[in-house]
């Protein structure tokens, strides 16, 4: 293919957002970063929300800056949504997964319909901030906004929305919320009758990679994959079909693709979630809480006045004693933003464990004790799945942090792969590409990023130390303290 093909790529996440232009000339892809700007979620009307006005400003900031381009798609984070009234409007800001309505509300759900039905009608994890609980949440405490609302809109369907009036539901990110059925990528209408929530809000869905509209200046809108763990599945350097995926941002996602969802009682207790990928298979995975432990702990202590690079958060790290004590992530102590370093502290101490002194010692017991819940994660993949991997993929801005890629590495036994880096984007530009037919399919992008991206290679190491830690961090995951 001789002629060049243009794509900007918007990649928002939970803390930044930036704007990526990518070339295509037949044989490799260049890309360039135009703009990169911050997501500040904000306290108004009684909860935490993103500021939806302040982003689409950064996004037209990035198109000028662009300039020239053939399409632009947008990915962000799952789970979250606005809602339009009638006339095409944006109702209120969308409210943060991270905000408080939620309590209370699965509980209120199982009333209607007992986990392992709603579980085998979606394939999703059961976790509070799903759409459905905030919904539910939504319908108990403001009935009067959901009367006025037309349409539910996930979070990269609202930006399509603000950039060119279409009002699409993308699968993968539709495949988050826990009200959707798989592998048919359709509503579940059992659920959405069981739980009272009007029908005209959900829009048919489209799979990723469709053309729904155009700029003003003729660039094509595609609705790429707009869940971010999928953009990153999407840029995996491999098409084999042995190994483990794990996307790691604020998040952690650790899965792997299978051709039909999983949908049994195990797997339901086992907190596994199937999501729609963009190349139409199944991503059956594991949500962890990520390097979010570490952003926040690093804004805690500039809060008290002590700044810290992630490289010298590192550093003091490694200089720890290794192995002494550990935290699960997936605590409910450390879902919410604030003293993150405080609280890893009172975890241990109510477990009865070393208490962590040192920024270095903290910082420790959450590298570890993320390395470890990745391999209880390949545990219960393995478990579910009959599964034997013989490599963990890490895709995304963790694979910059070699300390939790050799980590991941001695803790799973496996030989760990690290890169691209830049995944999620480089998973919108290529489903992007694919949409344009400049790329015959996803396949053929994965291919094109095995041969052109850098990639890092970690065998495992100190595998009897980690085994030995992995027999003491199991029990804490299944006690129900003060931490819990």
């Not at 996440?13 to 070339?23: F, Y």
């Not at 109702?91 to 007992?114: F, K």
């Not at 919904?135 to 609302?149: D, I, S």
């Not at 279409?166 to 069981?194: D, M, V």
């Amino acid at each position: 293919m001789s002629k060049k093909t243009t794509v900007l790529a918007f990649d928002i996440g939970a803390s930044s957002g930036r704007a990526i232009e990518a070339m295509y000339d037949g044989t490799a892809i260049s890309c360039r970063e135009v703009h990169r700007f911050e997501n500040r979620p904000r306290q108004a009307d009684g909860h935490l929300r993103w500021d939806f006005a302040a982003l689409m400003d950064e996004v037209r900031v990035g198109l000028e800056k662009a300039q020239r381009f053939d399409s632009v798609g947008v990915d962000t984070w799952g789970v979250d949504f606005g809602l339009l009234d009638a006339a095409g409007h944006l109702l209120e800001d969308p409210v943060h997964y991270r905000d408080a309505r939620t309590g209370g509300m699965v509980e209120q759900a199982m009333r209607l319909m007992d986990a392992e039905k709603l579980y085998a009608g979606t394939g999703t994890q059961i976790l509070p901030m799903n759409t459905l609980f905030q919904l539910l949440a939504l319908k108990k405490q403001q009935p009067g906004l959901l009367r006025r609302a037309d349409k539910l809109l996930f979070m990269p369907d609202l930006f399509a929305h603000a950039l060119c009036g279409s009002t699409t539901c993308e699968r993968s990110a539709a495949s988050t919320g826990q009200l959707l059925t798989l592998p048919a990528g359709k509503w579940n209408a059992q659920i959405l009758e069981a739980f009272g929530l009007p029908e005209r809000l959900f829009l048919p869905t489209v799979p990723s990679g469709t053309v729904v509209g155009a700029l003003e200046c003729g660039a094509k809108v595609v609705a790429v994959a707009g869940h971010d763990t999928q953009c990153a599945v999407a840029a995996l350097p491999t098409q084999a079909r042995n190994i483990a995926f794990l996307s790691c941002g604020t998040w952690s996602l650790l899965g792997c693709e299978l051709d039909a969802p999983v949908l049994t009682a195990e797997s339901m207790q086992l907190g596994l979630s199937n999501e729609l990928g963009a190349n139409g298979r199944v991503n059956y995975l594991k949500n962890i809480v990520g390097l979010w432990l570490i952003q926040e702990s690093r804004r805690a202590w500039r809060r008290q006045g002590q700044e810290y690079s992630y490289a010298e958060l590192e550093r003091l790290a490694l200089a720890s004693v290794p192995l002494r004590c550990f935290i699960d992530p997936d605590a409910p102590l450390f879902m919410p933003p604030g003293d993150i370093p405080a609280r890893v502290k009172e975890y241990c101490a109510a477990t009865h464990q070393y208490v962590p002194q040192t920024v270095g010692e903290v910082m420790r017991c959450i590298y570890e004790s993320l390395a470890l819940k990745y391999r209880f994660a390949l545990d219960q993949l393995r478990a579910a799945t009959g599964k034997r991997f013989e490599a963990l993929h890490i895709l995304g801005g963790g694979t910059k942090d070699t300390l939790l890629c050799r980590m991941a590495a001695g803790a799973t036994g496996l030989h760990v792969v690290a890169g691209p880096v830049e995944a999620t984007a480089l998973g919108n530009i290529l489903i992007q590409l694919t949409a344009l037919g400049a790329l015959e399919d996803l396949g053929a992008g994965r291919a094109l990023v095995a041969q052109t991206q850098q990639l890092a290679e970690y065998p495992p190491q100190g595998m009897a130390e980690w085994d030995e830690a992995y027999e003491r961090f199991c029990p804490l995951l299944a006690r129900c303290g003060p931490c819990r």
